[in-house]
């Protein structure tokens, strides 16, 4: 059985694989080399070096400003949406009435489009807002919270299940063990159940702060960036430098291998520091 898998397994790849070459590799490689040119077709690319990085930090300031205000709201959101989605998750384990349908109430908002999801919470806000004479564009800080709001609403349901999957698993018999011994709830919670669910908490970390770093679609219905590009994230800021601006399609092309840059090493480091404090079964 092992040499006909064996003699087979290319060519059950080999679908997968072509499809990752070409929908990621191939463009990727493409892309990193294309920040390094001035061009308005990849026919037509002119090698310029660094040029377009330069100009990414020195043109202006609408990138470190978008940085600056995804990192805000990427600690802000991560930590939120894990916090809570993790208490849920604890009732959610317990005898509590229609446990399954609140799980199921919980999780509907991930089905959602962001597109949706930014003009749905945009009505919501400044129905809100309207009474004091303000809309969400009114401030920079509105902007903020409601991005935040909205990236919890959609995204804590998601994490919820994930944890209750890790909460699910731990064996009863070490929660017994740890209440004969004499272990109160909050020493329980920090000394058993956290440990044992770092799994889940390794891959939770992930979704959400890949996900809250490369918002883009809730960030362009919800405020566009407005007022002023204040609430203008980073990916909606390579966007509109990619499109909107004429000529610096190289630029905006090598904001985005920037922030792939920046956003895989924070991934990684958070895997790895995680990864670390997972507990063998």
């Known amino acids: 059985m092992r040499n006909p898998a064996k003699r087979y397994f290319f060519i059950f790849v080999l679908p997968t694989l072509l499809a990752f070459l070409i929908a990621f590799v191939i463009p990727f490689i493409l892309g990193f080399f294309l920040s390094f040119t001035e061009f308005t077709t990849v026919n037509d690319a002119t090698f310029v ?5 330069i ?19 990427a600690i802000t959101s991560v930590i939120s949406i894990n916090v809570i ?3 849920l998750a604890l009732m959610l384990t317990r005898t509590v009435p229609a446990t399954k349908f609140f799980r199921t109430i919980f999780f509907m908002p991930n089905l959602i489009g962001g597109i949706v999801l930014g003009y749905i919470w945009q009505v919501i806000i400044n129905g809100v807002l309207y009474r004091f004479n303000y809309s969400i564009t009114s401030s920079a800080t509105f902007g903020f919270w409601g991005l935040v709001i909205l990236m919890n609403w959609q ?3 998601y994490m919820m299940i994930i944890y209750i999957a890790g909460i699910q698993n731990i064996p009863t018999d070490i929660i017994e063990a740890s209440k ?11 000394k058993v159940i956290i440990p044992s669910v770092m799994p889940s908490i390794t891959i939770c970390l992930f979704l959400t702060i890949t996900n809250s770093f490369k918002l883009f679609d809730s960030n362009l219905s919800l405020t566009a ?5 204040k609430t203008q994230m980073v990916a909606l800021d390579i966007y509109n430098t990619f499109y909107s601006r004429t000529g610096f399609e190289g630029v905006g092309q090598a904001k985005a291998v ?5 956003v ?13 404090r997972e507990v063998e079964h």
């Open 85 to 87: 989605a993790f208490l």
């Open 180 to 190: 004969v011994d004499g272990a109160g709830t909050f020493t329980t919670l920090r």
């Open 264 to 276: 895989a090493i924070i991934a990684l480091a958070q895997l790895k520091f995680t990864r670390g």
């Open 155 to 157: 995204m804590i349901g």
């Open 225 to 229: 960036g407005a007022p002023g590009n």
């Open 49 to 53: 070096g660094f040029s377009n990085y």
């Open 258 to 262: 920037i922030f792939f840059i920046i």
């Open 55 to 73: 100009k990414a930090f020195s043109d202006d300031n609408s990138f470190l400003n978008a940085l600056w205000f995804t990192v805000s709201f």
